[in-house]
Protein backbone atom coordinates (compact mmCIF):
# COMPACT_ATOMS: atom_id res chain seq x y z
CA UNK A 1 0.00 0.00 0.00
CA UNK A 2 2.74 2.43 0.99
CA UNK A 3 4.25 1.61 -2.56
CA UNK A 4 0.51 2.80 -4.38
CA UNK A 5 -0.17 5.59 -2.42
CA UNK A 6 2.37 7.51 -4.33
CA UNK A 7 0.62 6.65 -7.39
CA UNK A 8 -2.99 7.17 -6.33
CA UNK A 9 -1.95 10.82 -5.20
CA UNK A 10 -0.17 11.38 -8.86
CA UNK A 11 -3.29 9.97 -10.68
CA UNK A 12 -5.49 12.28 -8.46
CA UNK A 13 -3.58 15.32 -9.40
CA UNK A 14 -3.21 14.55 -13.10
CA UNK A 15 -7.02 14.29 -13.19
CA UNK A 16 -7.48 17.10 -10.58
CA UNK A 17 -5.39 19.69 -12.93
CA UNK A 18 -7.19 18.50 -16.60
CA UNK A 19 -10.41 19.10 -14.30
CA UNK A 20 -9.19 22.84 -13.02
CA UNK A 21 -8.01 23.49 -16.76
CA UNK A 22 -11.54 22.38 -18.66
CA UNK A 23 -13.85 23.28 -16.12
CA UNK A 24 -12.60 27.00 -16.96
CA UNK A 25 -11.95 26.28 -20.96
CA UNK A 26 -15.58 24.48 -20.72
CA UNK A 27 -17.16 27.00 -19.28
CA UNK A 28 -15.77 29.54 -20.90
CA UNK A 29 -16.83 28.11 -24.29
CA UNK A 30 -20.34 27.30 -23.19
CA UNK A 31 -20.48 30.77 -22.83
CA UNK A 32 -19.48 31.87 -26.31
CA UNK A 33 -22.13 29.31 -27.40
CA UNK A 34 -24.82 31.04 -25.66
CA UNK A 35 -24.18 34.43 -26.64
CA UNK A 36 -22.40 33.57 -30.33
CA UNK A 37 -25.35 31.89 -31.30
CA UNK A 38 -23.72 31.58 -34.85
CA UNK A 39 -20.89 29.72 -32.99
CA UNK A 40 -22.49 27.27 -31.12
CA UNK A 41 -23.05 24.38 -33.51
CA UNK A 42 -19.35 24.91 -34.69
CA UNK A 43 -18.11 25.26 -30.78
CA UNK A 44 -20.31 21.90 -29.96
CA UNK A 45 -19.03 20.06 -33.26
CA UNK A 46 -15.73 20.53 -32.17
CA UNK A 47 -15.99 19.44 -29.39
CA UNK A 48 -18.13 16.21 -29.86
CA UNK A 49 -15.35 15.06 -32.53
CA UNK A 50 -12.83 15.41 -30.22
CA UNK A 51 -14.84 13.03 -27.60
CA UNK A 52 -15.13 10.49 -31.11
CA UNK A 53 -11.14 10.31 -31.24
CA UNK A 54 -10.06 6.62 -29.57
CA UNK A 55 -7.94 7.83 -26.38
CA UNK A 56 -4.96 6.49 -27.41
CA UNK A 57 -4.79 7.76 -30.63
CA UNK A 58 -5.86 11.56 -29.40
CA UNK A 59 -2.54 11.00 -27.05
CA UNK A 60 -0.39 9.77 -29.71
CA UNK A 61 -1.09 12.82 -31.66
CA UNK A 62 -0.48 14.82 -28.59
CA UNK A 63 2.68 12.96 -27.71
CA UNK A 64 4.03 14.66 -31.06
CA UNK A 65 3.81 18.22 -29.73
CA UNK A 66 3.93 17.44 -26.31
CA UNK A 67 6.18 14.69 -25.72
CA UNK A 68 6.45 11.70 -23.09
CA UNK A 69 4.56 12.58 -19.57
CA UNK A 70 2.18 14.03 -17.64
CA UNK A 71 1.85 16.61 -19.76
CA UNK A 72 0.48 15.35 -22.07
CA UNK A 73 -2.05 13.42 -20.60
CA UNK A 74 -2.63 16.52 -18.99
CA UNK A 75 -3.50 17.93 -22.41
CA UNK A 76 -5.57 14.96 -23.44
CA UNK A 77 -7.78 14.65 -20.31
CA UNK A 78 -8.76 18.13 -20.75
CA UNK A 79 -9.47 17.92 -24.06
CA UNK A 80 -12.03 14.73 -23.56
CA UNK A 81 -13.62 16.18 -20.29
CA UNK A 82 -14.78 20.17 -22.31
CA UNK A 83 -17.99 17.85 -23.95
CA UNK A 84 -19.78 17.52 -21.17
CA UNK A 85 -18.81 20.85 -19.88
CA UNK A 86 -19.69 22.90 -22.86
CA UNK A 87 -22.77 21.22 -23.56
CA UNK A 88 -24.26 21.23 -20.12
CA UNK A 89 -22.99 25.24 -19.77
CA UNK A 90 -24.55 26.04 -23.01
CA UNK A 91 -27.99 24.20 -22.09
CA UNK A 92 -28.00 25.22 -19.11
CA UNK A 93 -27.75 29.45 -19.53
CA UNK A 94 -30.38 28.02 -22.65
CA UNK A 95 -32.98 26.94 -19.68
CA UNK A 96 -32.70 30.29 -17.74
CA UNK A 97 -35.95 31.03 -18.33
CA UNK A 98 -36.84 34.37 -20.05
CA UNK A 99 -38.77 36.31 -17.51
CA UNK A 100 -35.67 36.22 -15.31
CA UNK A 101 -33.04 37.64 -18.10
CA UNK A 102 -35.70 39.94 -18.67
CA UNK A 103 -36.15 41.50 -14.68
CA UNK A 104 -32.59 41.39 -14.69
CA UNK A 105 -32.14 43.45 -18.05
CA UNK A 106 -35.33 45.74 -16.38
CA UNK A 107 -33.63 46.19 -13.50
CA UNK A 108 -30.60 47.70 -15.47
CA UNK A 109 -27.80 44.79 -15.37
CA UNK A 110 -25.54 44.79 -18.29
CA UNK A 111 -25.03 41.58 -20.00
CA UNK A 112 -22.09 40.58 -17.79
CA UNK A 113 -23.76 41.10 -14.41
CA UNK A 114 -26.95 38.91 -15.80
CA UNK A 115 -24.63 36.34 -16.58
CA UNK A 116 -22.75 36.20 -13.16
CA UNK A 117 -25.25 37.37 -11.10
CA UNK A 118 -28.28 35.49 -12.51
CA UNK A 119 -27.74 33.53 -15.20
CA UNK A 120 -24.59 30.78 -14.69
CA UNK A 121 -26.03 30.72 -10.43
CA UNK A 122 -29.26 29.24 -12.28
CA UNK A 123 -26.95 27.07 -14.55
CA UNK A 124 -24.66 25.96 -12.10
CA UNK A 125 -26.39 22.70 -11.52
CA UNK A 126 -25.96 21.62 -14.74
CA UNK A 127 -22.75 22.64 -15.03
CA UNK A 128 -21.79 21.15 -12.36
CA UNK A 129 -23.16 17.59 -14.09
CA UNK A 130 -20.83 18.19 -16.62
CA UNK A 131 -18.06 18.29 -14.03
CA UNK A 132 -18.70 14.99 -12.74
CA UNK A 133 -19.12 13.31 -16.39
CA UNK A 134 -15.79 14.55 -16.82
CA UNK A 135 -14.04 13.77 -13.48
CA UNK A 136 -15.72 10.52 -13.35
CA UNK A 137 -14.23 9.55 -17.01
CA UNK A 138 -11.13 11.25 -16.67
CA UNK A 139 -10.20 9.09 -13.34
CA UNK A 140 -10.57 5.70 -15.65
CA UNK A 141 -8.86 7.30 -19.32
CA UNK A 142 -6.02 8.62 -17.35
CA UNK A 143 -4.98 4.68 -16.97
CA UNK A 144 -3.82 5.04 -20.85
CA UNK A 145 -1.34 7.68 -19.39
CA UNK A 146 1.14 4.90 -18.83
CA UNK A 147 1.39 4.32 -22.75
CA UNK A 148 2.62 7.88 -23.14
CA UNK A 149 5.14 8.09 -19.89
CA UNK A 150 2.62 9.48 -17.68
CA UNK A 151 2.40 8.61 -14.00
CA UNK A 152 -0.38 7.41 -12.16
CA UNK A 153 -2.33 3.93 -11.42
CA UNK A 154 -1.86 2.77 -15.22
CA UNK A 155 1.56 1.35 -14.26
CA UNK A 156 0.63 -1.33 -11.79
CA UNK A 157 -2.11 -2.77 -14.55
CA UNK A 158 0.20 -2.10 -17.53
CA UNK A 159 3.10 -4.61 -15.45
CA UNK A 160 0.77 -6.64 -14.48
CA UNK A 161 -0.27 -7.28 -18.07
CA UNK A 162 3.06 -7.15 -19.12
CA UNK A 163 4.02 -9.69 -16.61
CA UNK A 164 0.62 -11.55 -16.43
CA UNK A 165 0.81 -10.77 -12.97
CA UNK A 166 -3.00 -10.40 -12.18
CA UNK A 167 -2.96 -9.54 -8.39
CA UNK A 168 -0.69 -6.19 -9.25
CA UNK A 169 -3.26 -5.61 -12.43
CA UNK A 170 -6.06 -5.56 -9.50
CA UNK A 171 -3.85 -3.60 -7.36
CA UNK A 172 -3.98 -0.50 -9.73
CA UNK A 173 -7.51 -1.39 -11.60
CA UNK A 174 -9.45 -1.47 -7.85
CA UNK A 175 -8.02 2.27 -6.36
CA UNK A 176 -9.06 3.53 -10.09
CA UNK A 177 -12.62 2.13 -9.77
CA UNK A 178 -13.20 2.85 -5.89
CA UNK A 179 -12.10 6.59 -7.06
CA UNK A 180 -14.49 6.49 -10.10
CA UNK A 181 -17.53 5.16 -7.47
CA UNK A 182 -16.86 7.82 -4.70
CA UNK A 183 -16.13 10.79 -6.83
CA UNK A 184 -19.48 9.92 -8.88
CA UNK A 185 -21.64 9.13 -5.65
CA UNK A 186 -20.24 12.32 -3.86
CA UNK A 187 -20.83 14.52 -6.61
CA UNK A 188 -24.40 13.32 -7.21
CA UNK A 189 -24.84 14.00 -4.00
CA UNK A 190 -23.42 18.03 -4.17
CA UNK A 191 -25.84 17.97 -7.55
CA UNK A 192 -28.66 16.91 -5.81
CA UNK A 193 -28.62 19.63 -3.26
CA UNK A 194 -27.59 22.12 -5.66
CA UNK A 195 -30.95 21.56 -7.80
CA UNK A 196 -33.05 21.40 -4.29
CA UNK A 197 -31.31 24.89 -3.79
CA UNK A 198 -32.15 26.19 -7.27
CA UNK A 199 -35.79 25.53 -6.65
CA UNK A 200 -36.36 27.00 -3.54
Known sequence: MSTLMPLIVEHMLIVAIATVISAVLGVGLGVAAYWLRYLDSVILWVAETIQTIPSLALLAMLMIVFGLGNTTLIVGLTLYALLPIVRNTHTGL????????????????????????????????????GIKIAVVNSLSIAVMGVLIGAGGLGYPIYRGIQTRNFERIITGAVPVVLMALLFDYGMTKMEQRLVKKSTK
Open 94 to 129: SSVPAYLKDAARGMGMSKMQRLFKVELPLAFPLIFS
